[in-house]
């Protein structure tokens, strides 16, 4: 009979809310070339501990100021502020954990006045919380945005094939270092 570990209950977990990482990937181009970037400011609210991944995760309200945008390209920055956000009507970005269950859950996103209910996947590697969603702004009538965004960026946006084009996928990565404690 093979030895079974003891589950201590007294294990508390809690999330490092300094070392957060909010990681994004749109795509450009006929071809689908990713354009990656950081949201540099947030404000988490969770429960303070809990004895499960999933416990934490079910109380998480992260709120993301888009101004706070970052592409380590200051034209870029002020363009995505500009012609993609405020036309997006979208200051803020609000997401509110409402499930978490084996690796899946459901995260209610707010932009541009509209609430979807979004699919993300996460995994605890090395003390690492990583959730991982994909977004079509199509849900949150992002299409004004994006024409906008691709009209001023038009050259930049053209390909090998000449097409100027700006896709409405993101792809969002949010990183959350997570404490465990032995009380």
């Known amino acids: 009979m093979p030895e079974q570990k003891e ?20 795509y ?7 354009v990656s970037g950081t ?6 609210n969770q429960v303070s501990e809990s004895t499960s991944i999933e416990n934490i995760l079910s109380k998480l309200q992260l709120s993301i100021p888009t101004e706070s945008i ?6 870029r920055d002020f363009k995505l502020t500009t012609y993609f956000f405020k ?3 979208t200051s803020k970005i609000v997401g509110t954990v409402v499930n978490a269950k ?4 459901i995260i209610k996103l707010a932009m541009n006045n509209i609430s979807v209910n979004t699919p993300y996947t996460y995994s605890l590697e090395n003390n690492t ?3 991982f969603t ?3 702004l199509r849900k949150w009538k992002g299409e004004e945005a994006l024409s906008t965004l691709n009209q001023e960026c038009f050259e930049l946006h053209k390909g090998a094939d000449g097409i100027s084009k700006l896709w409405p996928d993101v792809d969002v990565t949010i990183r959350l270092p997570v404490d465990g404690i032995q009380n």
């Open 102 to 105: 084996e690796g899946e859950g």
């Open 28 to 34: 450009k181009f006929t071809d689908k070339i990713g």
């Open 129 to 131: 919380l990583e959730l």
């Open 134 to 136: 994909h977004l079509d």
């Open 7 to 26: 589950v201590s209950q007294n294990q508390q977990y809690t999330i490092d809310d300094l070392g957060i990482s909010i990681e994004w990937t749109a």
């Open 39 to 44: 949201f540099q400011d947030y404000t988490l």
């Open 70 to 75: 970052d592409t380590k390209n200051a034209i």
């Open 87 to 89: 036309v997006f009507n």
